[in-house]
Structures are given as structure tokens and as C-alpha cells.
């Protein structure tokens, strides 16, 4: 079976990988063949994916991934794929148009949400520097340095957080000044995480001072999230296809209320129109993953699997479900098949001709087998330099 990962998020957004090179080193040494980039709200990183993808010989799919919210789940306390946060919603497009080309209404709209989110991002770093000067810190962030070393285009909290370890680590010596000073910046409450392990540290660092409840913590402005029926617009334009980003089971067994069975998720995406769904399957139990997926496959959901490496941390680039545990045939089929509908889609658009969304925007779900053949093939053929 051709190894797929079509979803990871890049240095475009913020991602495990320090160059977009990177990423395709790690998927051609795994044996990666088919490779989504998945960054949020931008697709400044089309352009080198597709080189780097050519060169790696290693099928390219475009896609992107938005934080929007449902209303009516946020006023009845409805959790949907944030844990945190009722009626927020991540949401992603699948197959964009390569190169894409949005309309004026909705470069206006990314833009506001863009600069809505950058906003923010600055609120809260003077909120960290007020808080760095209190504690007689001998640094500062700045969010040009930021943007310059750590982001390709948006400012993003886990930026933050990756710049305060790196000055801390340099600031302080030792094991013990570290710990010290970490004390006085969480108002006295000693860290918890091991220093020596990066995502660790700043997964700390956000959750103790720029999370909810946290000391510089900055709430986003309502305005920094569309309602997913604009976000389906949106990807639509750009020649996408609207796709739910399942999270299913944390470590505990817990689930939200829009998830809580296959039936009830399903009746929730057949309510929004979407018909295309995404797991992450590292971070789900694979009898869990294995029941939900086979109830949406056997109702002709698009569906597809990836690694999104949106932290710190550096994971394998294989799929694997919860606790490193491989994927068996029947799951990789499914992936496999979920990439090759999007290579279709993707060609089709290419070509001018309509993808794998009609005129309404509604997945032919009835000729979703067709899709399938016609992608396996062009990924083959890619993959064998076939011309």
C-alpha cells in the first residue's frame, strides 16, 4: 500500500520542522509517497511543497486548515473538535487549486481574519514582556524578531512560547536558575515539566501563561473567527474541499458532545453539508479510530489520515494510531483512497474541468470509486515518472 500523510503543518504556520525541506527529508527517508500541506490560513507555502514534492518525488496535495465557529454550539455549550473552547471549530480544505486563485471577497475576508489573529498575538506578547519586566527578566520579545526567526509569514502563540524557551535557555545556566526564575514567572508556582524536553517546556509555557486563565492570556476577538458556513465558501473558491478535522478520544476515553458516537457525528456533518472528514489517528485508541472510520466509510465519506507535526515535538511522518500502533490494511486502503479522490480532484481542476465537487459544491459521493481509480493512477504514474 502507498504510504500517505495528508495532513502536516509547515514553518508557513507552525510546525515541527525548521524548513519545508526538512519535512521532505523525513518523508522520503519513511517512505512517504503521497504528502499534504495543511497550514493554517495560508497557502504561502504552495509554491516550494510543489517544487520540493517534484524533486522528492513524492505526490504533492494542497490543502489548508481554518479555526472557525458554530454559533448555536457555542451558546449550548457544545464542544466540536477544540476540547477547550464550545462551538469553536478547526476546519480544513482539501485539494485546493494549485496555484490557488481566491476572489476579493474572500482575500478580504482572510485578511481581516489575519490581521484580527496578528492582533492578538501582539496584545498578548506586550502582556509577556510587562509580565518579563516584572520579574526583572534580562530579555524582551519582539515580534519582528519572532516573525524573522521563527515564522514564514503569521505570528502564532506557539511561537511565543518556542521564543520564551529558547531566551530562558540561553538567559540561565543552570538546571536550578531556570527553575527559579520559572517560579517567579508563573506567580510562584514551581514548573512541572522536564526542561531538557523542548515540547514539554513549552507546552508549560503555554498552558501556565498564554492559555485561558493564564497570566497574559489575551481572548481572541470574535472577529478572528468565521462561521464554517463562510469557511466552506472560502475553500470552495479556492477550489477545495470542505473537510471536518475529527478528534475523537483523548488519552482518558473522553469525547466531546458533537463527537460522541459515529452516528451522531455523522448526523452533525450531514447537518453542515460536508462529506469529507480527516483524522489524526496519533492521537486516538485504534479500536476507536477502526469503529468510526468504518462507519463514515461505509457512508462514502472522503476520508483521509495524517501526522499534523503542529508541535515541538518530532514525530514519525507514518501514520500510526495512539502509542505508535500500526495501522492495519483496512485503515491504509481508506487513506490511500482519501488521497487518490484528492489527486483526481486536483488534476480535474488543473485541467479546467469540474473536480470532485459539483456546481453546488456537494461531493459526487456516487462517483467516488471513479475518483478513486483515476487517482491511484496519477499518483503511479507520478511516482513512476511516467509521463
Known amino acids: 500500500m502507498v504510504p500517505v500523510n495528508s495532513h502536516i503543518h509547515t514553518p508557513y504556520s507552525f510546525s515541527a520542522f525548521k524548513s519545508l525541506e526538512e519535512a521532505f527529508l523525513r518523508a522520503y527517508d519513511e517512505g512517504i509517497k503521497v504528502l499534504g500541506i495543511n497550514d493554517f490560513f495560508v497557502t504561502d507555502g504552495f509554491s516550494e511543497f510543489n517544487r520540493l514534492a517534484h524533486q522528492y518525488t513524492i505526490y504533492p496535495l494542497f490543502n489548508i486548515e481554518f479555526v472557525g465557529l458554530l454559533k448555536r454550539e457555542q451558546k449550548q455549550n457544545i464542544r466540536v473538535n477544540d476540547p477547550a473552547n464550545p462551538g469553536r471549530t478547526y476546519f480544513c480544505g482539501k485539494g ?13 475576508q482572510l485578511n481581516n481574519v489575519i490581521k484580527e489573529s496578528q492582533q492578538q498575538i501582539r496584545e498578548m506578547m506586550n502582556n509577556v514582556n510587562a509580565l518579563l519586566q516584572s520579574v526583572h527578566a534580562p530579555f524582551r520579545l519582539s515580534y519582528e524578531e519572532i516573525r524573522s526567526r521563527y515564522a514564514k509569514e503569521l505570528v502564532r502563540e506557539r511561537h511565543i512560547a518556542k521564543a520564551l524557551r529558547v531566551m530562558i535557555v540561553d538567559a540561565f545556566g543552570s538546571e536550578e536558575e531556570k527553575r527559579t526564575f520559572l517560579t517567579l514567572l508563573y506567580g510562584g508556582k514551581p514548573p512541572k515539566a522536564n526542561l531538557t524536553n523542548i515540547n514539554a517546556f513549552e507546552n508549560e509555557l503555554r498552558s501556565r501563561l498564554l492559555k485561558a486563565g493564564g497570566a497574559v492570556f489575551v481572548p481572541e ?6 462561521p464554517v458556513s463562510d469557511l466552506i465558501r472560502i475553500i470552495i473558491d479556492g477550489g477545495g474541499i470542505p473537510c471536518y478535522p475529527v478528534l475523537l478520544d483523548d488519552p482518558q476515553g473522553h469525547f466531546t458532545e458533537f463527537e460522541q458516537n459515529p452516528e451522531l457525528l455523522f448526523q452533525h456533518l450531514t447537518e453542515l453539508g460536508v462529506r469529507a472528514v480527516e483524522f489524526i489517528p496519533g492521537r486516538n485508541d485504534i479500536n476507536i479510530l477502526r469503529k468510526f472510520v468504518r462507519f463514515l466509510n461505509e457512508r462514502n465519506l472522503l476520508i483521509t489520515f495524517g501526522t499534523e507535526h503542529n508541535t515541538p515535538e ?4 507514518k501514520v500510526t494510531a495512539r502509542g505508535g500502533v500500526k495501522l492495519d490494511d483496512f485503515l491504509l486502503q481508506v487513506n490511500f483512497e482519501g488521497a487518490s479522490v484528492l489527486a483526481a480532484h486536483q488534476q480535474l481542476r488543473r485541467e479546467g474541468k469540474e473536480g470532485y465537487l459539483d456546481a453546488n459544491g456537494r461531493c459526487k459521493t456516487a462517483q467516488k470509486e471513479n475518483f478513486i481509480r483515476m487517482g491511484s493512477t496519477l499518483i503511479n504514474r507520478f511516482l513512476n515518472q511516467i509521463d
Open 314 to 317: 518530532m514525530l514519525p511522518m
Open 96 to 108: 485546493l487549486d494549485y496555484p490557488v486563485s481566491f476572489s476579493t471577497r474572500t482575500l478580504k
Open 221 to 226: 476577538d470574535e472577529h478572528s473567527f468565521l
